[in-house]
DNA sequence: CATTCGTGAAGACGAAT
DNA sequence: ATTCGATTTCACGAATG
């Protein structure tokens, strides 16, 4: 109950700006510290632990107006308004009587009274709209509080805001708390993006049970026909690693480890972050870096059981 | 002495009925 | 909605270095 979340201290750049640094690789994240990798398939330049974007030397918030070259006009246009979905819009509020009278008590025609009818149905599609954004409202605002206590980065908070509203309009949201749904959201948003936490890590950060945001969240991926992946192993294994503080090459280790087992067939049902955890100890076992199985386990979240039972058998498939 | 290892009971989860 | 099978967790004691 206590342990995690010693690394997510925020670090702030107080150097402001300026750092030049040609195009060349740049080492640490600024959100994490992490390792960055420059993903070729995406032209882009990532942590590998946060999934923060980082674009030379800033983060990304926005639409790239700009063109550098006559070939990138094509590519770059293919932006709208700079909007972001962590934005409500107020509405506004009236009221209409109920009775059929107008402003000097008398009674209306039978014409006035149809039109007063409409008005109120349409004035009750309003206030349900109302309702709707408070409702929004307020889980943006638990997004962005849940998302910022996990180093959760910008465009993972959008898509979280984005199915939130999708929820919501699809009147998803009937019996479930408004945490629980945010939880899940915040929780899919970081398994599209290929860094996912951990459910037990969405848990620390909400006020939600775990149950909870499990069942909500398959609830939503169901009705809305989101498509997730099932996550790999790998995608756990740069922020367990800087979480035991093992050395680049004992990552790289671990890797390979991964990389070598086949995980249809023998390890399917096996759960991902177990996996991780489990080559993680491995690798260290292998280097001169030996971590204890409960140190490792702390840093995870996974049992020292668990490490035990997986370990051997990575090894031994990683070694032919 | 700390760490690792093996075990079984109990809970959680997914798939199938 | 319930049942079934597999996995994970937890707690314990034994073995190991």
């Not at 993903?39 to 999934?51: L, M, R, S, T, Y």
């Not at 923060?52 to 800033?58: A, I, L, P």
């Not at 629980?180 to 929780?187: D, E, L």
């Not at 037990?200 to 992946?229: F, M, N, P, Q």
Request: glycine fraction near 6%; aromatic fraction near 4%.
């Amino acid at each position: 109950m206590n342990e995690v979340n010693q690394n997510n201290n925020e670090r702030v750049d107080e150097s402001g700006s300026s750092s030049t640094s040609a195009t060349s690789t740049v080492s640490t994240c600024p959100e994490c510290d992490g390792r960055i990798i420059r993903d070729e398939e995406h032209g882009e330049v990532i942590c590998k632990e946060c999934g923060v974007v980082v674009d030379e030397e800033t983060v990304d918030r926005g639409p790239e107006w700009r063109a550098f070259y006559a070939d990138e006009a094509e590519e770059k246009s293919r932006v709208g308004a700079p909007t972001t979905e962590l934005l409500h819009d107020k509405g506004l509020s009236s009221v209409i009587s109920w009775e059929n009278k107008d402003a000097h008590g008398q009674s209306l025609s039978a014409k006035k009274r149809q039109k007063m009818q409409r008005l109120r149905t349409w004035d009750e599609r309003f206030r349900n709209r109302d309702s709707q954004d408070r409702n929004l409202r307020q889980a943006l605002t638990e997004i962005e509080r849940m998302a910022s206590a996990l180093g959760v980065p910008e465009t993972q908070r959008e898509t979280a805001s984005v199915i939130y509203r999708r929820a919501l309009a699809d009147d998803l949201l009937r019996g479930r708390s408004i945490e629980g749904v945010a939880s899940a959201c915040v929780y899919y948003a970081t398994r599209q993006a290929g860094i996912p936490r951990t459910l037990d890590e969405i848990v620390v950060v909400s006020r939600v049970e775990r149950k909870e945001i499990g069942r909500t969240y398959k609830y939503l991926v169901d009705e809305l026909g989101l498509a997730v992946e099932p996550t790999q192993p790998l995608a756990f294994l740069p922020r367990f690693a800087s979480r035991c503080d093992v050395s680049d090459e004992v990552e790289r280790r671990a890797e390979e480890i991964l990389d070598g087992c086949p995980l249809t067939n023998e390890f399917s049902g096996t759960s991902p972050d177990s996996l991780a955890a489990a080559a993680l100890y491995a690798a260290a076992r292998l280097s001169n870096e030996k971590r204890t199985q409960s140190e490792v386990a702390d840093a995870t979240g996974v049992t020292t059981g668990t490490i035990r039972k997986h370990y051997p058998r990575l090894l031994e498939l990683s070694s032919e």
